[in-house]
Each structure stands twice: as C-alpha cells, then as structure tokens.
C-alpha cells in the first residue's frame, strides 16, 4: 500500500485557480479523482512514474494540468477558470502500472488519500 495525503483544497470563487498537493510515499502511476455531491467518484487527470506521460477526462482538458516532482514525492493538480460544478472532494489515487490505470477507472487504484475539499462559489 501506498501512502498518499491530500492538500490545497479551499473556497474559491468561480474563474479562480487552485493547486491541489498530494504526498505519496513511493513513485506509481497516479491520478486525480473527484467526487461531488450526489455524484459517483470521478477520474479526472493520471500522470505516470516519469511524469512524461499523462491523461485527461475530456471534461477538464485545458482547465486542469497534472505534474509532479519525484524529488519531493508530490504529485500535483493545477485548476484553472474553476466552476460551481467543480465544487467536490478531491482525491489522490495510486495503481499499478502494469494495470489500466489511463483509464481513470476507480476499480483500477489501490490506494487513496483521504481527500481534500475544493468549493467553488458563483
């Protein structure tokens, strides 16, 4: 099991930016998932080990950029012009990379953070 912990989540109001961090304890192929209200878990962004590859729900492309610096064991998620919709628990998720993990399925994840709060106001 990987060891993951979510932060930077916050009230932001529509159009505005957040940079959400997650600590994990050893390098995997990550991703990004989002659970709002009334809604099932969302995948939202997965970045390999190296960083060089990553995917994106078509959803968010262009809004959300995910990266990450191996150095400090974080994986990030950059949002951007944020929306009301976007207001939801933000989660951390680590898989094996021999799995399919690029498909941002929830079933294809092992381990997970315990989440981080974004509300976006309009």
């Known amino acids: 099991q990987v060891q993951l912990a979510e932060s930077g989540g916050g009230s932001v109001q529509a159009g505005g930016s957040l940079r959400l961090s997650c600590v994990a304890s050893g390098a995997s192929c990550m991703a990004w998932f989002r659970q709002s209200p009334g809604k099932e878990r969302e995948g939202l962004a997965g970045?390999?080990?190296?960083?060089?590859?990553?995917r994106y729900a078509d959803s968010v492309k262009g809004r959300l950029t995910i990266s990450r610096d191996n150095a400090k064991n974080t994986i990030y998620l950059d949002m951007n012009n944020l929306e009301a919709e976007d207001t939801g628990m933000y989660y951390c998720?680590?898989?094996?990379?021999?799995?399919?993990?690029?498909?941002?399925?929830?079933?294809?994840?092992?381990?997970w953070g315990q989440g981080t709060q974004v509300t976006v106001s309009s």
């Open positions: 998720a680590a898989a094996h990379c021999s799995g399919m993990w690029y498909q941002l399925q929830s079933e294809s994840f092992h381990s």
């Open positions: 970045i390999n080990p190296g960083g060089g590859y990553k």
